[in-house]
């Protein structure tokens, strides 16, 4: 804004744009490096304090996840399923509802592919 010069200013917005995408993708390299880092090996130190609560907040997990991916059977609507969705905060709630989602849409379309269509033949024809 402080110069006239419209190059001068499409410089100054591309360098901007240039150090955005820069910084945008070190984030991302981060993410990654974080995201793929090796389990921790037997020979690394547990902290013993916490690991009975990490236990057991993992079974707890788990078995939260069960009893979610039952609920998720019985339902059959995907409005419903994406309700679900945006409400979920968890990684793994989301990763199921997205599966029952997937799963739902391809019983509709292998159950329209195989019902009768109106002339007598069939929609998958």
Known sequence: EATLDLAERRRIRSAIRELQRQELERDEEALASK??????????????ENWPRSRRLEEEQQTALAALSR???????????????????EYEERKLIRAAIRKLRAEEIEGKALSPCPGGGYSGE
């Open 35 to 48: 995201r793929f880092r090796p389990e921790r090996g037997s020979h690394r130190q547990d902290d013993k």
């Open 71 to 89: 609920q998720l059977e019985a339902i059959t609507d995907v409005e419903e399923l994406t309700k679900l969705l945006r409400a979920a905060g």
